[in-house]
């Protein structure tokens, strides 16, 4: 059964550093997206992308963060100067087309994000 | 703003002990009710979708449930396995009916289920 994958499962990095997460969505989905979990928190949304361009943001998603779609298989996040309150387990998820269609979201396995 | 509260919090039970958790919801133009898994150290499993009031899944163990409120995730007989964190989540409508998908979750149920 096609699952989203993600890399690493662990990052641990220094306060101030950049780090790029990476997700592989399923194969044939459109819809891509970032949610992230603190430890004992709500999942909560970071941003979506479709046709290869950002739909929608949260306000968790300011400057520091970007993602891309650098080829057909691979979605990533990057955060430009880590902070503390960065350190989260990351979320990918990956969605077929709407129309007519499902609209569930499969979930990767997660990045856990430390920083220090 | 849209707002998801589950309760309770966390529930434990008896093996064979059947219950119910809860997922209150206000969004502006419910596109879609998700239920999901989550296991220590996991990510989400999906569940199920519910979308309209008076709708009803099942799998298993497990039915979902739809009133234009509430959501309920009804487990029948749990067993150890059934043991995680249960996720509700809503996506909205948007703007001119627009959506992009964006998920916005509940704190989640901890149920756990003893032998």
């Known amino acids: 059964e096609p699952e989203v994958t993600q890399t690493p499962s662990h990052q641990v990095t220094q306060m101030g550093q950049e780090v790029i997460l990476r997700c592989v969505p399923i194969s044939n989905h459109l819809y891509f997206y970032w949610y992230r979990q603190i430890l004992g928190q709500k999942v909560e949304f970071l941003v979506s992308f479709y046709n290869n361009e950002i739909s929608e943001k949260s306000e968790i998603f300011d400057d520091q963060f970007s993602v891309e779609r650098p080829d057909g298989s691979n979605f990533t996040l990057k955060i430009r100067s880590t902070k503390l309150e960065d350190s989260a387990m990351y979320f990918c998820a990956s969605r077929a087309y709407l129309a007519g269609g499902r609209n569930e979201q499969f979930f990767g396995p997660g990045t856990r994000l430390t920083v220090l | 703003e849209d707002q998801v509260t589950q309760s309770p919090e966390a529930l434990r039970l008896q093996e064979g002990e059947s219950s119910s958790l809860n997922c209150s919801y206000t969004v502006s133009g419910l596109r879609g009710l998700f239920w999901y898994r989550q296991d220590p150290g996991k990510g989400p499993e999906f569940l199920f979708t519910?979308?309209?009031a008076g709708e009803e899944k099942e799998k298993e163990r497990l039915k979902a449930t739809l009133t234009k409120k509430e959501s309920f995730l009804h487990i029948t007989a749990p067993k150890p396995e059934d043991s995680a964190t249960y996720l509700c989540?809503?996506?909205?409508?948007?703007?001119?009916?627009?959506?992009?998908?964006?998920?916005?979750f509940g704190q989640g149920t901890i149920l756990t289920v003893h032998p």
């Open positions: 519910l979308y309209s």
């Open positions: 989540a809503v996506q909205a409508g948007g703007a001119g009916g627009t959506s992009y998908g964006k998920l916005t």
